[in-house]
């Protein structure tokens, strides 16, 4: 009767605002010290008591009609709100006997103002309930997540009623929807509320009224419904996991599932806010490229506009930005040095070249635009100089209940950094699960270890399957170039498993089989993750011949990679050596005599037609085998020490053996280079480098040839064959002929020349006046493969005609003949595919008057790879008259003064003139006689 009985409405509301300011202000404000139970426990009944009386006051003055106050009602639900979620009256954290001591005095007065608020909402008519749109959703997600069953179960079907009030005024419910995730991310990652129990309660409440209304599942409650149960789920996991600013493995991927998420459902304000919590992280590991990737994903929501930047607390760092293009400078720079921090040089070219064209066609700032040409230049030679590992990947499963939703019995591939090997990354998982268990064996775990009541990770190293590298096949490029594109920028991965099936009589390889499993990942490595899910595998059966053609495609890869690190760091010598070691002493693995007595008989043959083809693979990869050891062995005894002579010597007389088997008319090919003084290989000073050029150049056949080639092509795609096929060309890519006019050399690309219709690539080593040595290789890629009866060798050509003028600064070869001296370089083939007839560098046999033959460090001529230099008095001619590409530079020390027989060349130490061809098609040398 009290409140009926104010002189005017006006009165009552302002009353009525009084009140309720008060109670919320007792309720919040901690207006009693947490200790005085007895006190808080009166006022809190006070209040109760009291809001029962105002809410009837509501409903009966101020409900209906123009009588409705918005104001004072959206007043009575804060305070109602605020006094149910109270910490004061949090009974689930009370001792026992003060809960049992509040409940018998009390009761729990949260359920009373609930369903009292509960009760005034669903009195409210759809128009009124919608002017509390959307900040209503707020206060009815905070009460929803006390701890109290009751509360929970009547609060949440309040979030459908608001979904269903803006779907009627709007024809959606977007505002809800935005609402309902800020507000939970808020109230559990922030204020720790919820829990499992919740979320078991979310879904099934909400989808089941959602499937009641035709028209809100067709505008897709549901997908939302199932979209804030998961974001939920992970939100639990990040708060659980929070707590410190420790890097750790599950910290990173919820931040991540929870970015990942919001992306998706295109929340801007929060993706923003958790890349710098990601980015924040891997900075503290040192985790450069993944930084960048991660402040990568930023800089694709900012634009080059000068649009104002609403707020920079997430990114304090970036505070002095006053518009989007400052900011988007400002991060594209940081990322720009992470990637140099991580030496992935590849990614920030591109944000190097993107920031030079703004500075160049919009801001015209030329002072920045000339210090990113140099940061561009400085990324290139890095790429080029800078030695950097190949990174290793290794698939990981976490298989038990102990592991959080998130990693349990799932598998991801991991990267590892530069130069870590197994034995360190299981250190470095097991410092962020110290309670988990390394699983030995690579099967697949059974049933046991998924539903174990404890932690075991099955770690297993697999091989990157680079799929972008097929734009390298026959180009001639750095291998670190070629490095980065097959160990990055990966989704596909692959692990194989031995398995011996059939018989043990039947000999080991016989029985050796590979079980292949490839595996895809849900997004690219690198990334902003150290690691990334598998979502999808397949797994395949290799036979003992296809496990023996791959065998043999890795092996040559492998030495000629190592062959090619060993020329340019000769620290790297003892990795090749144990490859070589492994290969030519047959004691380790009964050598390619196993290939021969299984897969090269008549039986076989007949037994397994099908295999015709890779027979033929095989053989044509231990040819090829055969000259990539013999130019392996050529850089292994330049650069070995005295110490390994023996070792050396033991390998020669291997290879000897092998190459007089399989390659009985072929010279060995030598890698160009200087012989050392007090060689051990006497004849090197009498030998050309009769096949393959410089090393620095790509070597004969490649896994890209069309011998490799050919075998995937015979292989499914779909199988994620590993074959590499990013060799490059045996050839070089430029050579040197002459002009139609006689007058100069004009380079033409080696592809050009090549012969489709060759199946045999031969060519003769020729020295006038039949004083030096003539050299033959033949390497016929016949099908009839026999080792004891080669092909037969092709005749010597004629002698070069010597009426074609030579040009100015090249020594005339009909003078060096007429006054005694012999002077010529030879080129000859490389042991090149079927398909191919071209031409490799070498130095042919330098002969005196007298018939003796000089030191191949005397007569080693000083070309430059960038001017192509011919030496001088010496000319460059091939079986048919073309110039052959020049061997590479030597070492200044290396081309100094040296005498030989009267009449022999000389190399001047001295540097000589330049001459550029006025066509730009070659440089020449010009030098006096006298230092001729």
Known sequence: SFLRNFPSKDNLVEFLQGCFQAFFALVTGGSFPSDWSAMISVLNHTITTSMKFFSESLQTQFQRGQNFNESLWKLYFDVCIAFVTQLALQLETFTASKRNKQMAVYGDLRVNISKRVLSMWSGLAMEQKQLFLPWIVGPFMDMSLVREPEIRCATIPVFYDLMLCEFVQTGDYRQVAAECIDKLDVHVSGAGKGDDAYMDLLYPLLSGLCEKNRELMQAGALEFVENLTQLLGRLLDFRNLQDGDDYSISRVQTIFNLLQYYQETEREEMVIRYIYKLSSLHLQAQNFSEAAFSLLLHTSILKWEDLPVSAHAEFPSYAKARSEYELKELIFKDIIEYFDKGKLWECAIPLCKELASQCEMITYDYEQLSAIHKTISKLYHDIIHTVRGTAEYYRVGFYGTLFPPFLRNKQFIFRGKDFERLGEFNH???????????????????????????????VSKVDAIADDVDKFVGMNIASSIIDYYTSNNISHFVLNRPVR????????????????????????????????????????????????????????????????????????????????????DAAVQGGLANYENLFFTEAYAKEHPEHILIIDEIKDLIKEQVLILGE??????????????????????????????????????????????????PERARQASAM????????????????????????????????????????SSRRFTRSSGGSGMSASSSSDRVSAAASTASLQGYTPGNVGRTSTISASRSTNFDPGNPPPKPPAPPPQSSDVAAPAGVRDTSQQQAQGRQSSVSSTSAFTNPSATGLSTSIGSMTSDTGSVLSEKNVMAAFSPAGNRLPP????????????????????????????????????????????????????????????
Not at 430 to 443: C, D, E, V
């Open 428 to 458: 470095f998982l097991l410092s962020h699960f110290p309670r988990a268990q390394i699983i030995t064996f690579n099967t697949p775990p059974g049933e046991e270890f998924l539903t174990i009541e404890g932690m075991h990770m099955q």
């Open 501 to 584: 099936r059939g018989p043990k009589s039947a000999g080991e390889f016989a029985t050796m089989w590979v079980e292949r499993t490839v595996y895809m990942t849900a997004s690219r490595l690198p990334g902003m993750l150290r690691w990334c899910e598998v979502v999808d595998e397949k797994r395949i059966d290799i036979s003992p011949i296809e496990n023996a053609l791959e065998t043999m495609v890795s092996k040559n890869k492998e030495l000629r990679a190592l062959t090619m690190r060993a020329q340019k760091n000769p620290a790297l010598l003892n990795p090749l050596s144990m490859a070589l070691n492994g290969v030519l």
């Open 692 to 731: 393959g050029g410089p090393l620095s150049t790509t070597p004969s056949l490649s896994a890209g040839s069309p011998s490799s080639r050919r075998s995937m092509q015979r292989l499914p795609a779909d199988r994620y064959s590993t074959m590499d096929s990013n060799s490059t060309s045996p050839l």
């Open 873 to 932: 008095g010496i000319e460059a001619t091939s079986a048919d008259g073309a110039g052959a590409a020049p061997p590479p530079v030597l070492p200044k020390k290396q081309r100094k003064s040296v005498s030989g027989p009267a009449g022999a060349a000389t190399i001047s130490d001295k540097a000589p003139d330049t001459t550029e061809d006025p066509n730009n098609q070659a440089t020449f040398v010009n030098q006096t006689s006298s230092e001729v």
């Open 632 to 681: 392996g062995l050529d850089v292994h005894d330049r650069l070995a020490p005295e110490a390994l002579a023996q070792f050396h010597k033991r390998m020669e007389e291997c290879y000897e053996q092998m190459r007089s088997k399989y390659l009985p008319q072929a010279e060995r090919r030598r890698a160009a280079g200087p012989a050392p003084n007090g060689s051990r290989t």
